[in-house]
């Protein structure tokens, strides 16, 4: 059972590129989340979606798109890179709506804009 | 808004018990969690507890609610050098999205 996995887990861009970060779950989870991680931070959320199809803005979610076209997979775009971008990007699933629906995370995608 | 607090780092000797503390604004909160990061890795859940709780201990995880004050408490016993990691308070509120809201996490570094 692999729960959440993302790919790639290290990049390098320079400025101005783009790239596409994926996140899949293999538990027939309804609700997905991206998040990045700076040191004194914490979590903050960018974009989520609680299902197929949907996709919804989180806290920060200016200079990244998503997509959910299928339920297991969501991805991550960032069109024109910055280095304001330079973080750690992660993945999460949970089961569906509920209040008591802890949340499985990808090990990360250690990204660096030069 | 939603609002949820912890202190940055806490540092503790090898045996001794670590006690780290989180606080929370929203008064409709249901399920409060507490989640582990070791190095280079994602966030993994370790224990909740539901509001209507005090308290919920899970071997040496020993997790404190106090409503009214709106803080939560995560002790561990025994801390081991494997417990160095950071460790992360969220809560859910009922209606709305559902959506999570951490903290922004404890830093728990123990001394051999």
Known sequence: ?114 | GEDVEQSLFLSVREGDSSVINCTYTDSSSTYLYWYKQEPGAGLQLLTYIFSNMDMKQDQRLTVLLNKKDKHLSLRIADTQTGDSAIYFCAETTTGGSYIPTFGRGTSLIVHP
Request: hydrophobic share 30%; net charge positive; charged share 20%.
């Open chain 1, 1 to 114: 059972n692999a729960g959440v996995t993302q790919t790639p887990k290290f990049r390098v861009l320079k400025t101005g590129q783009s790239m596409t970060l994926l996140c899949a779950q293999d538990m027939n989870h309804e609700y997905m989340y991206w998040y990045r991680q700076d040191p004194g931070m914490g979590l903050r959320l960018i974009h989520y979606s609680v299902g197929e199809g949907t996709t919804a803005k989180g806290e920060v979610p200016d200079g990244y798109n998503v997509s959910r076209l299928k339920k297991q997979n969501f991805l991550l775009g960032l069109e024109s890179a910055a280095p304001s971008q330079t973080s750690v990007y992660f993945c999460a699933s949970s089961l569906r709506r509920g209040s008591n629906q802890p949340q499985h995370f990808g090990d990360g995608t250690r990204l660096s804009i030069l």
